[in-house]
Nanobody
Framework: QVQLRESGGGSVQPGDSLRLSCAVS????????MAWFRQRPGKEREFVARITWIGFNTYYADSVKGRFTISRDTAKNTLALHLHRLQPEAPAVYYC?????????????WGPGTQVPVSS
């Protein structure tokens, strides 16, 4: 089983940048890819970005393409999400998870999340 812990969230202003981190531990030998999702109040958890653990292939939701960057350090078992030009929006909790696909139902393990509120 994989354990996950996100960090780096905090209150920011529109246009700011932020870096989120995800520490990955446990049975990581069969991890093929890692993803970031976010969830706003009253909304379903939505796909943000994904990166393959070998090969550095990246995939983004259209809403964040060009503004967010996903990266990973396999030696340190960490995943990162760089958020640039943040837009005013409802508070969102960001989660990391191992898996493939864009549906949250395809992912079985989740961290506790880290909150990123963007004040207007």
């Amino acid at each position: 089983q994989v354990q996950l812990r996100e960090s780096g969230g905090g209150s920011v202003q529109p246009g700011d940048s932020l870096r989120l981190s995800c520490a990955v531990s446990g049975q990581t030998y069969n991890v093929q890819a890692m993803a970031w999702f976010r969830q706003r109040p009253g909304k379903e958890r939505e796909f943000v970005a994904r990166i393959t653990w070998i090969g550095f292939n990246t995939y983004y939701a259209d809403s964040v393409k060009g503004r967010f960057t996903i990266s990973r350090d396999t030696a340190k078992n960490t995943l990162a999400l760089h958020l640039h030009r943040l837009q005013p929006e409802a508070p969102a909790v960001y989660y990391c998870a191992p898996g493939i696909g864009r549906s949250s139902y395809s992912y079985a393990s989740w961290g506790p999340g880290t909150q990123v509120p963007v004040s207007s």
